[in-house]
């Protein structure tokens, strides 16, 4: 974080000039001096504006750390000092963030650091491209592709250690999100003659000299062949070890990197097995033999590396030989055979070799893209990284040269194009002020050699198809017609003689004046090599082996797919697909890494300003430094610029309504930046100064971290409301049920508190209820034991009076019985023995009569009438005695009981009695009734002075007064009145002032009527006619009803001396007014104690509802 908050530049530090642009003066001079200064100072990289510059150092330096990828990675291009990482990051950002395709092209003479280049880009992008185990295996399958194709394409070279022997052009691919997906790989022009022989001081490709030194014996044994070098003849002898590479080591590493990428052992194997081959073909050595027809043949001196060929690739060993003596040429459904001399042998056996080698190339670089192919159709990102072989100028340059300068030229006008040329015209274009740079443009020399009607390909191409014969002196012949004139073509034979006396131009040669130098190129194997071709048997016997590789490579010696067609030429096939690349890399972004090499004796520190001064010539970088220099430093068409950095400006963000010009006019304006660091274009701005741009940039860095900050803000916001809601919900959730659970809890509590309450006050008023019971019921018994203990008082007085009169009379009697015995025995002496037995008999019932009343006298119970207890009998026989006496003694008992009652008492005890008639059984009131004397005169009339009317109005002795309840007869509801009873009559009266209301004579009385019910309403019938009777009969309610009516009854009765009618029933009629209205009880609630509610329902109906 800290890191990118220091603000650093490329002006940091610096030693020379980062950046060619702002060299000061810029010459050719000070432009190589401050290459040099840089490079003695370790600083191989320099800017021209966005092309970075590498000088190739030859040693290892310590700016390709994890620590430097950290360093470059995000930071805006001139922040930092010059690097290829600031270039690779540039292009990975825009191709993630603004989604453009982008390529890499990297140039530079061989040596001068290409590969390494494009392995540092690549090492860089997957340093900081996405991570994940799946990224990470597609990373490493990518890097990995690059030991296995070096091991197979490059080879020691004058120039380079590591030459890449082949063009390469990689596309990786990305997703959305700049995390790669795999990759693609396109391979140019093996440079397969070097199978078969190398220039001195050079070697072949890698991989043969890897397989014999770290092949194992038993791996070297399965290929059959030796640890030594020297036994091969393919193998360049006088420099077959390089310094400074160990071979065996990197065997290990290239079969590890193979596995990486995902090849099986079976087909490492099948691929060794390949290479072996090859490396055997060389030993296959021909010997002439003379036939009698004259004609040379060849024959193979020693079969047995030929049969061990075989023995590889499964071959019948006759057809190989056979393929290497004869040649069938067909023509028109005709076969002819010939014989191969010696020359002809070792050249079938040399293009087998190549062919098989090249082919073998071709199917690594197929199978490697099989594995790293991105494995999802979605719409991918492409980075191309291009490496391919650099400006070759050797002492013999043949046609591999020829093709590769080419392709050299190629780039360049491609660079021309993208940078020189398009910018140049660009600003005049889009009307910026502007003076044309001079720069050389190769079109020219690239139309020479690929123009279709008289290019030098073309020409080739003509030259090999033509029939006759056909040598690579026709070919030059054909050149030095056809292209005499051109400018940059030189031949000493050609037409217009301008070189006939270069001697340094030899005969067989021609000279092309490349965009990098002159290149002198010897014609022999032009045909051949563009011919490129095999011998039909050949390919038939490699097509025929059971090696399933060897098989799969030639395709074409499948007689059922054979076709007399002719192959494409080398040459035509090249420019082809050169052409599709060129194609390709227009369509991307371009990015450019210049490679120059310091020196040709690959040591570090060695600087050759003349060998740099050439390189720097030819890659035309002055012009270059030029042309960023007038022009601007970055451009951008309006729309783009104003997406950009709209947010800069309150007036473009975050919509701007007019147009984008006016959009970028207004937030440059807005932002103070000073008018001649931008030109307004057609439909770009032009910015000079690449710091106006950062500025830009850090600027809009700022914003957008602003931008981060509300949306985070919002989105916190957002999140933490959410949350917030959601916690009070919760809350609110948790604290209902709890409080639903503590409340309940209360809820329950109380409850079972308060029938603990009520059960107590039930309890309480059960044992009050009980308390009182017990005490009524301790009164009566008290009663009875009073009555008891009297009783028993009075019966045991009675007794022993008794007692005392018995014993007196038994004395009279027994001194009677003496006295009679004595005079008997006297007198019946005579007879008393005739009568004994009768006597003795009747004596002795006499005795036991006696001796059972004694008993019995003893044993009686108490007086009680209520005793029930009597003694049991004794003897049988007096069984009906024994009865009867008891019978007597009761009725004795009771007559001894009411003996002592005075008349008053008797008097009540009779009311009791005929209370006890009227209702015992009849009138549930009754049984409170009977512990309750009967008091009659309850008010005292007499004594109360409140009464003295009344007690004036009655003349007759009160039998009874009490207060009652009248019941109103129209509404039910009661009044208390005084009921007054004498021996003629009854009175109502009011209980306030003794006011007498009625006054009824008894024998006006003709019924009563009451309910079964404890209840104490009672109706009084009068006589109909009666004057008594005019309002109708009487309801009247008392707790002392029995009471009332027993007294009422029997004052008729000795009144009338007749029985009123006493009705009890639960429903009766009485008469009010003239109205027959039923009384009916119901039960119901009980309201106001004992008293009945009466409720007059209507004219017929009385509701008295009793508890
Ligand atoms: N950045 C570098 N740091 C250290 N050594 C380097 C660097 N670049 C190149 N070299 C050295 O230079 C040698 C040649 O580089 P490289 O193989 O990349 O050249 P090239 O341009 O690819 O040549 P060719 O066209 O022959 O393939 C490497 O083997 C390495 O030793
Ligand atoms: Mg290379």
């Given at each position: 974080m800290m890191k990118s908050e220091v603000k650093t530049s490329l002006l940091d530090n610096m030693i020379g000039v980062g950046d060619s642009v702002l060299l000061e003066p810029l010459t050719e001079d000070s432009f190589l001096e401050n290459l040099k200064n840089r490079f003695d100072h370790s600083e191989i990289y320099t800017y021209i504006g966005s092309v970075v510059i590498s000088v190739n150092p030859y040693r290892h330096l310590p700016v390709y750390t994890p620590e430097k990828v950290e360093e470059y990675r995000?930071?805006?291009?001139?922040?930092?000092?010059?690097?290829i990482y600031a270039l690779a990051d540039e292009a990975y950002r825009s191709l993630r963030d603004q989604d453009k395709d982008q390529c890499i092209l990297i140039t530079g003479e061989s040596g001068a650091g290409k590969t390494e280049a494009s392995k540092l880009v690549m090492s860089y992008v997957a340093a900081v491209c996405g991570k994940g185990a799946e990224v990470n295996q597609v990373k490493e399958q990518l890097l990995q592709s690059n030991p296995v194709l070096e091991a197979f394409g490059n080879a020691k070279t004058m120039r380079n250690d590591n030459s890449s022997r082949f063009g390469k052009y990689m596309d990786i691919e990305f997703d959305f999100k700049g995390d790669p997906l795999g990759g693609v790989i396109s391979n140019y022009l093996l440079e397969k003659s070097r199978v078969v022989k190398q220039p001195r001081g050079e070697r072949n490709f890698h991989v043969f000299y890897q397989l014999l030194s770290g092949g194992s014996e038993d791996l070297l044994k399965r290929l059959k062949l030796e640890r030594e070098f020297n036994q091969y003849n393919y193998l360049g002898l006088d420099s077959a070890k390089v310094n400074g590479v160990d071979d065996a080591a990197n065997f290990r590493t290239v079969k590890n990197a193979m596995q990486i990428v995902g090849f099986m052992d079976d087909e490492v194997e099948l691929v060794l097995e390949v290479v072996a081959a090859v490396l055997k073909l060389g030993n296959i050595e021909f010997k002439p033999e003379s036939r009698v027809n004259g004609l040379d043949e060849s024959r193979i001196q020693d079969k047995n590396e030929l049969k061990e060929i075989c023995e590889l690739l499964g071959q019948d060993q006759a057809v190989l030989e056979r393929a290497f003596s004869f040649r069938t040429v067909e023509a028109k459904q005709e076969k002819v055979s010939t014989t191969l001399n010696v020359a002809q042998a070792y050249y079938a056996r040399d293009a087998l070799a190549k062919n098989l080698y090249n082919r073998l190339f071709t199917w690594l670089v197929n199978r490697i893209n099989e594995s790293i192919k991105a494995q999802t159709k979605v719409r991918k990102k492409v980075m191309g990284v291009l490496d391919i072989y650099g400006f070759e100028i050797f002492e013999n340059n043949s046609f591999e040269q020829f093709i590769i300068n080419y392709c050299n030229e190629k780039l360049q006008q491609i660079f021309i194009e993208l940078t020189l040329k398009e910018e140049q015209e660009e600003y005049i274009k889009e009307g910026i002020e502007w003076t044309h740079i001079e720069y050389f443009n190769n079109a020219i020399i690239c139309e020479l050699i690929e123009n279709n009607t008289n290019g030098i390909l073309a020409m080739l191409d003509e030259e090999c198809l033509r029939p006759g014969t056909v040598t690579d002196e026709t070919f030059l012949e054909k050149l030095n017609q056809v292209c005499a004139v051109h400018e940059r073509f030189e031949s000493r034979m050609s037409k217009s003689s301008r070189f006939l006396n270069d001697t340094t131009l030899p005969h067989n040669c021609f000279r092309i004046q490349h965009y990098a130098g002159k290149v002198m190129y010897h014609v022999e194997g032009f045909v051949d090599k563009n011919n490129d071709l095999l011998y039909r048997d050949l390919s038939q016997a490699m097509w025929r082996t059971n090696h399933v590789l060897v098989k799969a490579l030639f395709p074409e010696g499948n007689p059922a797919k054979m076709s007399l067609k002719r192959p494409p030429t080398a040459g035509s096939q090249f420019k082809a697909s050169v052409a599709t690349l060129m194609k390709n890399l227009q369509t991307k972004n371009p990015n450019y890494i210049r490679c120059i090499k310091p020196n040709d004796q690959k040591t570090p520190h060695v600087f050759t300003e003349a060998l740099v001064c050439h390189q720097v010539r030819y890659l035309g970088l002055m012009e270059n430094v030029r042309v960023r220099r007038a022009g601007y430093a970055f451009k951008q068409p309006y729309e783009s610029c104003l997406e950009r950095y709209?947010?800069?400006c309150s007036q473009t963000w975050?919509?701007?309504?007019?147009?984008a010009r006016d959009g970028v006019q207004v937030l440059l304006t807005e932002l103070q930046i000073p008018p001649e660091e931008f030109s307004y274009g057609r439909s770009k701005i032009f910015i000079r100064n690449p710091r106006t741009l950062f500025e830009l940039e850090d600027l809009r860095k700022r914003r957008l971290e602003d931008l981060a900050t509300l949306i985070q803000k919002i989105y916190r916001g957002w999140k933490c409301r959410t949350h917030f809601l959601l916690m009070k919900k919760s809350q609110i959730t948790i604290s209902a049920w709890t409080k639903r659970h503590f409340q309940r809890k209360k809820y329950l509590h109380l409850k079972s508190v308060t029938l603990l309450i009520q059960s107590y006050i039930r309890g309480w008023k059960a044992r009050k209820l009980l308390r009182e019971l017990k005490h009524q019921k301790l009164c009566e018994e008290s009663a009875t034991t009073i009555a008891a203990y009297w009783r028993g008082f009075q019966a045991r007085r009675e007794l022993r009076r008794l007692k005392e009169e018995a014993r007196r009379k038994h004395a009279v009697a027994v001194i009677w019985a003496y006295w009679l015995g004595l005079k008997i025995r006297r007198e019946y002496r005579k007879f008393f023995r005739a009568n004994a037995g009768r006597k003795i008999y009747e004596f002795t019932i006499q005795r036991i009569i006696q001796k059972y009343f004694l008993e019995l006298k003893k044993k009686l119970p108490s007086m009680s009438p209520t005793e029930t207890a009597w003694p049991a009998r004794p003897y049988l026989f007096l069984d009906n005695t024994h009865t009867e006496l008891k019978r007597i003694f009761h009725l004795w008992r009771c007559k001894k009981y009411r003996d002592q009652f005075t008349a008053q008492k008797r008097a009540i005890f009779e009311e009791k009695l005929e209370a006890s008639e009227l209702f015992k059984d009849k009138k549930a009131l009754y049984a409170n009734s009977v512990c309750q004397p009967f008091q009659g005169d309850y008010l005292e009339i007499s004594k109360n002075p409140k009464y003295q009317k009344l007690t004036g109005a009655v003349e007759e002795k009160i039998l009874l007064a009490d207060v009652v309840n009248k019941i109103n007869r129209a509404n039910g509801k009661g009044a208390p009145r005084i009921f007054l009873l004498t021996q003629s009559k009854f009175i109502v009266a009011d209980q306030k002032s003794g006011q007498i209301k009625s006054n009824i004579p008894?024998?006006?009385?003709?019924s009563v009527s009451v309910s079964k019910q404890t209840d104490g309403l009672f109706a009084v019938h009068l006589k109909e006619g009666?004057?008594?009777?005019a309002k109708g009969d009487f309801l009247f309610t008392s707790d002392r009803l029995i009471e009332i009516i027993t007294k009422l009854y029997r004052t008729i009765f000795f009144k009338t001396n007749q029985k009123i009618n006493v009705e009890i029933n639960n429903e009766f009629l009485v008469q009010f007014n003239q109205d027959k209205v039923c009384v009916k009880f119901i039960q119901g609630a009980?309201?106001?104690?004992n008293l009945p509610a009466c409720k007059r329902k209507n004219n017929r109906l009385l509701e008295v509802t009793v508890p």
């Amino acid at each position: 974080m800290m890191k990118s908050e220091v603000k650093t530049s490329l002006l940091d530090n610096m030693i020379g000039v980062g950046d060619s642009v702002l060299l000061e003066p810029l010459t050719e001079d000070s432009f190589l001096e401050n290459l040099k200064n840089r490079f003695d100072h370790s600083e191989i990289y320099t800017y021209i504006g966005s092309v970075v510059i590498s000088v190739n150092p030859y040693r290892h330096l310590p700016v390709y750390t994890p620590e430097k990828v950290e360093e470059y990675r995000n930071r805006n291009f001139y922040e930092l000092g010059p690097h290829i990482y600031a270039l690779a990051d540039e292009a990975y950002r825009s191709l993630r963030d603004q989604d453009k395709d982008q390529c890499i092209l990297i140039t530079g003479e061989s040596g001068a650091g290409k590969t390494e280049a494009s392995k540092l880009v690549m090492s860089y992008v997957a340093a900081v491209c996405g991570k994940g185990a799946e990224v990470n295996q597609v990373k490493e399958q990518l890097l990995q592709s690059n030991p296995v194709l070096e091991a197979f394409g490059n080879a020691k070279t004058m120039r380079n250690d590591n030459s890449s022997r082949f063009g390469k052009y990689m596309d990786i691919e990305f997703d959305f999100k700049g995390d790669p997906l795999g990759g693609v790989i396109s391979n140019y022009l093996l440079e397969k003659s070097r199978v078969v022989k190398q220039p001195r001081g050079e070697r072949n490709f890698h991989v043969f000299y890897q397989l014999l030194s770290g092949g194992s014996e038993d791996l070297l044994k399965r290929l059959k062949l030796e640890r030594e070098f020297n036994q091969y003849n393919y193998l360049g002898l006088d420099s077959a070890k390089v310094n400074g590479v160990d071979d065996a080591a990197n065997f290990r590493t290239v079969k590890n990197a193979m596995q990486i990428v995902g090849f099986m052992d079976d087909e490492v194997e099948l691929v060794l097995e390949v290479v072996a081959a090859v490396l055997k073909l060389g030993n296959i050595e021909f010997k002439p033999e003379s036939r009698v027809n004259g004609l040379d043949e060849s024959r193979i001196q020693d079969k047995n590396e030929l049969k061990e060929i075989c023995e590889l690739l499964g071959q019948d060993q006759a057809v190989l030989e056979r393929a290497f003596s004869f040649r069938t040429v067909e023509a028109k459904q005709e076969k002819v055979s010939t014989t191969l001399n010696v020359a002809q042998a070792y050249y079938a056996r040399d293009a087998l070799a190549k062919n098989l080698y090249n082919r073998l190339f071709t199917w690594l670089v197929n199978r490697i893209n099989e594995s790293i192919k991105a494995q999802t159709k979605v719409r991918k990102k492409v980075m191309g990284v291009l490496d391919i072989y650099g400006f070759e100028i050797f002492e013999n340059n043949s046609f591999e040269q020829f093709i590769i300068n080419y392709c050299n030229e190629k780039l360049q006008q491609i660079f021309i194009e993208l940078t020189l040329k398009e910018e140049q015209e660009e600003y005049i274009k889009e009307g910026i002020e502007w003076t044309h740079i001079e720069y050389f443009n190769n079109a020219i020399i690239c139309e020479l050699i690929e123009n279709n009607t008289n290019g030098i390909l073309a020409m080739l191409d003509e030259e090999c198809l033509r029939p006759g014969t056909v040598t690579d002196e026709t070919f030059l012949e054909k050149l030095n017609q056809v292209c005499a004139v051109h400018e940059r073509f030189e031949s000493r034979m050609s037409k217009s003689s301008r070189f006939l006396n270069d001697t340094t131009l030899p005969h067989n040669c021609f000279r092309i004046q490349h965009y990098a130098g002159k290149v002198m190129y010897h014609v022999e194997g032009f045909v051949d090599k563009n011919n490129d071709l095999l011998y039909r048997d050949l390919s038939q016997a490699m097509w025929r082996t059971n090696h399933v590789l060897v098989k799969a490579l030639f395709p074409e010696g499948n007689p059922a797919k054979m076709s007399l067609k002719r192959p494409p030429t080398a040459g035509s096939q090249f420019k082809a697909s050169v052409a599709t690349l060129m194609k390709n890399l227009q369509t991307k972004n371009p990015n450019y890494i210049r490679c120059i090499k310091p020196n040709d004796q690959k040591t570090p520190h060695v600087f050759t300003e003349a060998l740099v001064c050439h390189q720097v010539r030819y890659l035309g970088l002055m012009e270059n430094v030029r042309v960023r220099r007038a022009g601007y430093a970055f451009k951008q068409p309006y729309e783009s610029c104003l997406e950009r950095y709209k947010m800069l400006c309150s007036q473009t963000w975050p919509h701007w309504r007019q147009g984008a010009r006016d959009g970028v006019q207004v937030l440059l304006t807005e932002l103070q930046i000073p008018p001649e660091e931008f030109s307004y274009g057609r439909s770009k701005i032009f910015i000079r100064n690449p710091r106006t741009l950062f500025e830009l940039e850090d600027l809009r860095k700022r914003r957008l971290e602003d931008l981060a900050t509300l949306i985070q803000k919002i989105y916190r916001g957002w999140k933490c409301r959410t949350h917030f809601l959601l916690m009070k919900k919760s809350q609110i959730t948790i604290s209902a049920w709890t409080k639903r659970h503590f409340q309940r809890k209360k809820y329950l509590h109380l409850k079972s508190v308060t029938l603990l309450i009520q059960s107590y006050i039930r309890g309480w008023k059960a044992r009050k209820l009980l308390r009182e019971l017990k005490h009524q019921k301790l009164c009566e018994e008290s009663a009875t034991t009073i009555a008891a203990y009297w009783r028993g008082f009075q019966a045991r007085r009675e007794l022993r009076r008794l007692k005392e009169e018995a014993r007196r009379k038994h004395a009279v009697a027994v001194i009677w019985a003496y006295w009679l015995g004595l005079k008997i025995r006297r007198e019946y002496r005579k007879f008393f023995r005739a009568n004994a037995g009768r006597k003795i008999y009747e004596f002795t019932i006499q005795r036991i009569i006696q001796k059972y009343f004694l008993e019995l006298k003893k044993k009686l119970p108490s007086m009680s009438p209520t005793e029930t207890a009597w003694p049991a009998r004794p003897y049988l026989f007096l069984d009906n005695t024994h009865t009867e006496l008891k019978r007597i003694f009761h009725l004795w008992r009771c007559k001894k009981y009411r003996d002592q009652f005075t008349a008053q008492k008797r008097a009540i005890f009779e009311e009791k009695l005929e209370a006890s008639e009227l209702f015992k059984d009849k009138k549930a009131l009754y049984a409170n009734s009977v512990c309750q004397p009967f008091q009659g005169d309850y008010l005292e009339i007499s004594k109360n002075p409140k009464y003295q009317k009344l007690t004036g109005a009655v003349e007759e002795k009160i039998l009874l007064a009490d207060v009652v309840n009248k019941i109103n007869r129209a509404n039910g509801k009661g009044a208390p009145r005084i009921f007054l009873l004498t021996q003629s009559k009854f009175i109502v009266a009011d209980q306030k002032s003794g006011q007498i209301k009625s006054n009824i004579p008894v024998m006006d009385i003709t019924s009563v009527s009451v309910s079964k019910q404890t209840d104490g309403l009672f109706a009084v019938h009068l006589k109909e006619g009666s004057t008594a009777a005019a309002k109708g009969d009487f309801l009247f309610t008392s707790d002392r009803l029995i009471e009332i009516i027993t007294k009422l009854y029997r004052t008729i009765f000795f009144k009338t001396n007749q029985k009123i009618n006493v009705e009890i029933n639960n429903e009766f009629l009485v008469q009010f007014n003239q109205d027959k209205v039923c009384v009916k009880f119901i039960q119901g609630a009980q309201k106001n104690g004992n008293l009945p509610a009466c409720k007059r329902k209507n004219n017929r109906l009385l509701e008295v509802t009793v508890p």
